[in-house]
Structure formats: C-alpha cells, structure tokens
C-alpha cells in the first residue's frame, strides 16, 4: 500500500511546496480578510445593537431573545471564516485549465495512477497550501492582537472546551477534504467544456452565500434552515464554525460529522463516474 501511495504523496507534497512559496499572496489575503472581517464585525455590531434597543453583546433585550446566535458568537463566526476563507473551492485545478486549452491533459491519460485522486491530492495541498498562512496569521491577529489594542468584544474566542475544539478540527479536516472533491468535480468540468468559465462562475457565488461565509447560516429565515443545514457547502465553513462556538453536541454533532462524511462520499462516488464517462469520450486539441 506503501508503494502505491508514493505517487499519490509526491503530487501532495509537490503542490504543498509550490503553494508555501507564495508568501506575499498569503500576506495580501491575511490584510485583505482581516479588513473586511472588521467591516463584517462593524456591520453586525451596529445591526445588533440596534435590534436589541441597546444592548452591547446581543443576548438580551426585546429581540435578543429570539437571536439564533449573540453578537459575540457572530463575532468569532465572521473570523473562523475568514480565516478558513482559503477552504472555498474557488474553482478548478489551473494548472488543469491551462492543460486542458493546450491538449497536454493527455499526459495525465499516461500516467499509471487512479486520476481522481491524482487530481484530489493536488487539490488538497493547494487549498492547504493557501488555509495555513492565512489561518495562523488570523488566529493571531484576531485571537491576540484585538484584545492587547483594547477591542476585545471584537476579538476571536475560544472554543468552550477541549471536546468542541476537537470535533472543531475533524470537522474542518472533512471540510478540506469535501472542498478538494468539488474542485476534482470542476476539473471534470472543465475537460468537459474545455473552459474553466462556467464551472467556476457558478461555485464562487454558491460557495460563499451557502457555507454562510456572507452571511451565517442561523441567520437566515428559520423555514429555510433545514434546507441550508443539509446542503454540502454548510459542511466548508458553518458546520465547523458551529462546533468552535460549542452549539453542536451528543447526536447533533455526530449527525453533523456524518453528513460532511455522506457528501464526501456521494460527491467522490457521482465524480469518478463522471471521470470515467468524460475519459471515454475525451478528444484531445491543441498540441
């Protein structure tokens, strides 16, 4: 099993090296997101405090009582997002894009290797590859730097305990893998189409409105909640921020973690399908 793995880690390891070199692009997206973090936080913070005739944290007060979540709860959602911004399937693989317009996709046809992870793997390393700067650099920023400035209503919490931060981390290592086999998808689309357009026009505006990177899922009317709860793209960023706030447990937290697992699955069994059928008919362009 060793052996067969070692491609398969090699085109991990590759794509992880190649995406750690881009430290200036991780800089830009850590100032990018911890500004528009702050203009979310400014957004919530006035909208909460207006709704709640006053009332600094959100929890109490005439519409307090019926908020899904406390400001202070949005607050630490807006910035596990923004930190976990990198773990949104963006769009496919560009490297295949780039492979597909030019014909030399036939060389992925010659390698002796299953395609599907072959193209899993390097699409979980550079998703990786681009969460990690970013997510430290977050965490630090908004986990430390607020509360020495004196904005510590603005500042990332902690989980509420050692369990949550736990299920916390499984949940968002499913999430990784669930991103990596969307974008596998898209890859599929892409050679499909024979362009990158389509397929990445209609992820970006789904990913980022459904896996309440825009908006939190609990904040959206309560008759379409179930629907936003069981959809795959809650398991990228709201399933994970909920057990960071420690709001899933027992049952609930095992449905979760089940349903990320069941997407995983469904989307990796419908997407080395499609693989098979678009490898049937594929004719290669260009040269």
Known sequence: MIRAATPYLAAFRARWQTTMRYRAAALAGFVTQCWWG???????????????????????GAAGATAPISLHQTVTY?????????????????????????????HELLR??????????????????????????IVVFSGLVLPLTGLGAWALRP??????AALFAVSILMGLVLSA????????VTVRTFSPAGGNAVITPLALILSGNLLPLALFPGAVQTLLLLQPFAGLG???CRFWLGTLHGGRAILALG????????LTLAGRASLRRTLHRLEIQGG
Not at 40 to 57: E, K, L, T, V
Not at 78 to 94: E, K, N, S
Not at 118 to 135: D, E, F, K, M, Y
Request: a negative charge; aromatic letters at 10%; glycine letters at 8%.
């Open 38 to 60: 702050m203009i979310n936080i400014m957004i919530y913070a006035a909208f909460y405090h207006g709704a709640q005739g006053g009332a600094p944290d959100g929890t109490h």
């Open 78 to 106: 807006v910035w596990i997002m923004q930190g976990t911004l990198a773990l949104m399937p963006w769009g496919c693989d560009p490297e295949i894009a780039d492979a597909v317009r030019s014909g030399a996709v036939a």
């Open 112 to 137: 002796p290797i299953d395609l599907w992870w072959w193209w899993s793997c390097r699409a979980t390393a550079r998703i990786l590859g681009r969460l990690v700067p970013r997510a430290l650099l």
């Open 159 to 164: 989980p509420p305990s050692l369990p949550d």
């Open 181 to 188: 086999c969307i974008v596998v998808l898209l890859n599929i």
């Open 238 to 240: 709201d399933l994970p």
């Open 259 to 266: 349903q990320q697992a069941a997407w995983i699955a469904a």
